[in-house]
């Protein structure tokens, strides 16, 4: 199963529906296969829309996935890569409406320089990425000492 996430923000990533739903379309993607957290997004016409969902059917989505798609929150990141799970990473954009700024791309950038997880920046890549995803082993995250040790040791290294 692909868990696409996009999060709580009030601001909706329509462009990643359009492209599930096109990938669905021409037969790339199986829709029974597909379940998006959509939070502020439209409905996709085929998978299934979750909407907003509590943290532990979250969780459950998340353990229960091959592939997670996600908004580069770094909440929603933290916990598809601790669950081991491969990881697209598909930023916010500002001047899409999608956020206030482009804080999303930083934190999207550490995560794939780092090798834990492939960043789609043009949505027109997500095919390929997911294609890539499977062929490609990522480093496991770790955080034996805690979030703040991890941002600051195995991300930003100072």
Do not use: C, W
Request: cysteine-free; glycine content about 6%; proline content about 2%.
């Amino acid at each position: 199963m692909i868990f696409v996430v996009l999060g709580t923000q009030r601001f909706p990533m329509n462009r990643v529906i359009d492209k599930i739903d096109n990938l669905i379309e021409t037969g790339f993607l199986n829709k029974n296969k597909i379940v998006i957290q959509n939070g502020h997004s439209k409905n996709s016409k085929y998978a299934v829309n979750l909407g907003m969902i509590d943290e532990s059917a979250f969780n459950n989505y998340i353990k229960n996935s091959d592939i997670v798609i996600t908004h580069g929150g770094t909440s929603s990141i933290i916990k598809a890569l601790r669950n081991n799970k491969k990881t697209i990473i598909i930023p916010r954009r500002a001047d899409l409406r999608e956020h206030v700024d482009n804080h999303q791309f930083e934190i999207s950038d550490m995560f794939k320089n780092n090798g834990y997880a492939e960043v789609v920046l043009d949505i027109e890549d997500l095919k390929e990425a997911i294609i890539n995803i499977e062929q490609k082993e990522y480093k496991k995250l770790s955080l034996p000492n805690g979030l703040a040790d991890f941002l600051i040791n195995d991300i930003l290294k100072l």
